[in-house]
């Protein structure tokens, strides 16, 4: 038996330690995980799936000398399939029965020892920077139940901030690893494009604009979960080869000295003052810890990569729904949320023509942000504009498809550039801001070179603001 | 039990109860309720005050027909050296006290004529002298771990504003009394400028460096609280705020975490529109013989007065009395006006910048452990430590504030201390306020149990 504040002390290496070594197992693991869930998840309704039945079959089959045994884990409700896992989306256009076939990343992450028990919050086709679908329920943050666990991965950070898990699995297309991160005081990457697998279902998931990883409490377990699921999916689009080392190991090392770009972004948004604040003080961090911080300027305006994407990934959704309804044989419009079925009207129609302006313009834009880093090794700005949402003030709900495009043109400002380039980019949790929420600041690396950003980010680790306090119920 | 959340942020518990969302009543008897369970526990109450209750319901019937104060209904805990009527004043010592208050003290009864509630008398160490553990007194545990110290003198009243058992506390502040705990328990500590709050009917300890101080959750309630008993009004507009950096006194924070934390704080500072300077001022170490000769004179002619039991001092205390009394009158004059010269120093070290900044207490809370141990550097070696970087504001009675940054070793809070000239007690809260405005610190709350 494992006490909560045992369970709650360790990361997922800690508890994948603790397993390998004999001293608890798996189930025991997954019971300590679903008795927090059962204290804390009616209050922040993070997971919206629980399948202890399934997790037990799974924790009594975990091999105990896999690298992550025995970790309990929960997959986001988007895109990614596993086995006895219903996959909904956060749509009601979705059906609740659970496949019988997985997607290659959940493939690897069982081999890794994890135990699957469960899917988290995520809005409705995870199009919103907060988590809030009518199908489920606002995701609420833990450190402040009226604010916004941040989106899409919203309840995938406040399942790991709430502490039922060390780590959850996370997706980001315009930043929704990076957002909830933020929001919840977490460390999340998103990986370089091609090195996380999104098949074998989806081929060129948005133009590559789509990535999955992790939300964690932890750098290492970023960077063990990393090796667990990166490398060759035969037949994808793309790829791009992880280093020779593990980054498990590539982690415990501090990195060179980096030539570090500080850019505030004020230009091109409104910058909440507390945001500002944590991107001086996050670039003072990093000149203690002895590398060079100049201030930098992105040679565009980011709202334009946030225009192009939403040219690419909304009819994308227009795609899916069109997909489900073939499937059933009839419409799904009355289960749509109405935000959701007015965006999929208005890009559904999107000429193939603009879609392909739209890709040659971020093709434009990305060489030319490409440039910047001949000079960087790495970029820092906010992650977001502001610290955490309140629970309402951007809910699919009040907003209609051009409040929409406002909306994420601000939210999405800094976490879209990434999403673009296909750099791997993470949100570090390093600043505890005004009325105690958490504002991070975003790191942008190099092309392939996640490496970097988990070492600098492990170099980092000792100043992140830890936990929030949420009472058991 | 849980406290109630409204105690826990003064300035909404007012605009809650004044739109009448909730009531006195209920306010009052959640406080009283928590006090006497999760306050006893802390060691951090000495006395609730059952008859807050009435006051809670004439509160009520003024807010009801729209007569209420500007602080009508705020429920407030009182060190145990504030007199408050019909209650003793047993200052830490329960072996010892004046018999019942006839009157409220001055400062009391000004926040009671703006409508607040005296609920509490809190927890300080015997005589507000910094000897944590004596004969009648159990040192104030910290809410963040309850085996670590709450901070002195004033540990009740931190301890029981940082477990959210009450939204305002009046301390004392003679060398850091106020400051100190504020900073050990992650909450705002306020020790004004000595003229600003009066002092009658307040234990005297070391009567020409005492000072009321007040903590709170925020700089922001704690401006709001004097602006409503007309001690200050608005801070003047500073334009760009000149910082000066006391960086030496930055040195002996050894950790790295408690550095981090620090050079956080400055950046923040920066950020947000000050210029940073650093400030030599190498005689501030001076203080502590001066503070303690001025000090160790007047406790003892104060208990010459008092006259309690022998057996109500602990060693140290006894120790200090005793210096105190065989101090030529003479070497009590000198440090009077080797005062005088210390403060002017300062003012000319500070040249050219409106605040100074420094780490309130250079370290987190110390274990209990340790005062039980005096042969291996226990209380003295502590107090030492504790008031090096407060006490220089007694002295110069500039007004002083304490705000949280950044939690230290341990993930225990830890404390930016800004100071301005005499009479700028507004100018010190306004920038603590900017500071809160940008930070959450002040908002984390310790871990539940």
């Not at chain 1, 997971?47 to 045994?69: C, F, K, Q, T, Y």
């Not at chain 2, 039990?1 to 826990?8: E, I």
């Not at chain 2, 809370?365 to 220089?392: C, K, M, S, Y």
Request: proline share 7%.
């Amino acid at each position: 038996m494992i006490t909560f504040s045992e369970y709650r002390s360790r990361d997922a290496l800690g508890l994948a330690g603790l397993v390998q070594a004999g001293d608890v197992t798996a189930t025991e693991l997954l019971e300590a995980a679903l008795a927090r869930a059962a204290a804390v998840n009616p209050q922040v309704n993070a997971a919206v799936h629980l399948d202890p039945a399934l997790g037990m079959r799974s924790a009594a089959a975990v091999d105990i000398e896999a690298p992550l045994a025995g970790v309990p884990y929960l997959l986001k409700d988007l895109t990614i399939v596993a086995h006895g896992l219903p996959l909904t989306n956060g749509s009601l256009a979705f059906g609740r029965d659970p496949p019988a076939r997985e997607s290659e990343t959940a493939a690897r992450l069982r081999r890794a020892g994890l135990v699957v028990f469960g899917r988290t919050n995520s809005p409705e086709f995870g199009l919103t920077p907060t988590t809030e679908p009518l199908a489920y329920g606002p995701a609420r943050n833990p450190w402040s139940l009226a604010h916004s666990a941040g989106g899409s991965s919203g309840g995938a950070a406040a399942a790991v901030a709430a502490g039922i898990v060390p780590a959850a699995h996370a997706t980001d297309t315009m930043g929704s690893i990076r957002a909830p991160a933020s929001c919840c005081g977490l460390f999340g990457l998103k990986p370089t494009r091609g090195l996380v697998p999104t098949g074998p279902f989806r081929g060129d998931a948005n133009q590559g604009l789509s990535h999955e990883h992790c939300i964690s409490r932890t750098v290492r377990d970023s960077a063990a979960l990393l090796d667990a699921v990166s490398g060759r999916d035969p037949g994808a689009p793309w790829f791009t080869a992880r280093p020779a080392i593990p980054y498990l190991d590539l982690v415990r090392q501090d990195p060179a000295r980096l030539r570090i770009g500080l850019c505030g972004g004020e230009e091109w948004v409104e910058l909440d003052p507390a945001c500002a604040v944590a991107l001086a003080a996050a670039g003072r961090s990093c000149e203690q810890a002895g590398h060079s911080v100049e201030p930098v300027r992105l040679p565009f305006d980011p709202a334009e990569i946030v225009d192009c994407a939403m040219t690419i990934v909304l009819p994308g959704i227009a795609a899916v729904i069109e997909g489900r309804e073939r499937e059933l044989g009839h419409g799904v419009d009355h289960l749509l949320e109405p935000l959701t079925l007015d965006l999929a009207r208005r890009w559904g129609r999107t000429s193939a023509n603009s879609l392909l302006s739209a890709v040659a313009r971020l093709n434009v834009l990305v060489r030319t942000l490409a440039a910047v880093f001949d000079q960087c090794d790495v970029v820092l700005t906010p992650t977001l504009p502001e610290g955490p949402p309140r629970l309402g003030s951007i809910a699919p709900a009040s907003l209609n498809p051009d409040s929409y495009g406002e909306m994420l043109r601000r939210w999405g400002v800094f976490t879209s550039i990434a999403s673009a380039t296909g750099q791997p980019a993470a949100n570090l949790p390093l600043f505890l801001a005004a009325g105690g929420l958490p504002i991070g600041v975003q790191a942008l690396g190099r092309f392939g070179e996640d490496a970097v950003l988990l070492q600098l980010a492990a170099q980092l680790e000792k100043q992140f603001i830890g936990q929030p306090l949420l009472a058991s119920a | 039990m849980n406290a109630h959340p409204a105690l826990g942020d003064g300035s909404l518990l007012l605009t809650h109860l004044h739109s009448g969302v909730l009531n006195v009543r209920a306010v009052v008897a959640a406080a009283l309720d928590g006090l006497a369970t999760k306050g006893r526990t802390l060691d951090a109450v000495v006395a609730v005050r059952e008859a807050a209750a009435a006051d809670a319901e004439s509160a009520d019937s003024r807010l009801g027909s729209g007569g209420g104060r500007p602080l009508e209904g705020l429920p407030v805990g009182v060190k145990d050296v504030f007199d408050i009527a019909g209650m003793p004043t047993s200052a830490g010592c329960a072996e010892w006290s004046e018999s019942l208050a006839g009157e409220n003290a001055a400062v009391v009864q000004r926040l009671s004529d703006a409508g607040c509630i005296v609920v509490a008398k809190l927890a300080t160490s015997a005589f507000a002298f910094a000897e944590p553990v004596g004969p009648g007194a159990k040192p104030a545990r910290n809410p963040w771990d309850q085996g670590r110290y709450a901070g002195g003198t004033s540990g009740g009243s931190a301890a029981a504003v940082a477990a959210d058992l009450l939204p305002l506390a009046l301390a004392t502040d003679s060398a850091g009394s106020a400051r100190i705990p504020a900073a050990h328990c992650g909450v705002t500590g306020f020790k004004p400028s000595r003229a600003l709050l009066p002092s009658d009917g307040v234990l005297e300890s070391t009567p020409s460096l005492d000072s009321v101080g007040l903590i709170a959750r925020t700089a922001e309630h704690i401006r709001f609280v004097l602006g409503s008993i007309g001690a200050i009004t608005r801070a003047e507009p500073m334009g760009r705020v000149r910082v000066g950096v006391l960086r030496a006194r930055f040195e002996p924070c050894c950790s790295q975490a408690a550095a981090t934390s620090l050079s956080e704080a400055l950046e923040v500072l920066r950020a947000s529109g000050a210029d940073l300077v650093d400030v030599e001022f190498e005689a501030m170490a001076e203080a502590g013989a001066i503070g303690t000769t001025i000090a160790a004179h007047e406790f003892a002619r104060a208990h010459a007065r008092l006259r309690p039991p022998a057996s109500s001092y602990g060693p140290l205390l006894a120790a200090f009395l005793d210096r105190g009394r065989s101090l030529p009158t003479r070497a009590y004059a000198q440090a009077l006006s080797d005062r005088v010269r210390y403060a002017h120093r300062m003012s000319q070290a500070a040249s050219g910048c409106d605040v100074l900044v420094c780490p309130t207490v250079p370290c987190v809370a110390p274990d209990l452990q340790r005062f039980e141990a005096p042969a291996h550097g226990g209380p003295v070696a502590w107090l030492d430590v504790a008031a090096a970087n407060t006490l220089p504001f007694n002295l110069a009675d500039w007004p002083a504030v304490s705000v949280p940054i950044r939690s230290a070793d341990g993930g225990l809070p830890f404390g930016l201390q800004i100071a301005a000239p005499t009479g700028l007690d507004a100018r010190v809260l306004a920038l603590a306020e900017q500071f809160q405005a940008v930070t959450g610190y002040h908002a984390k709350r310790p871990p539940a149990r």
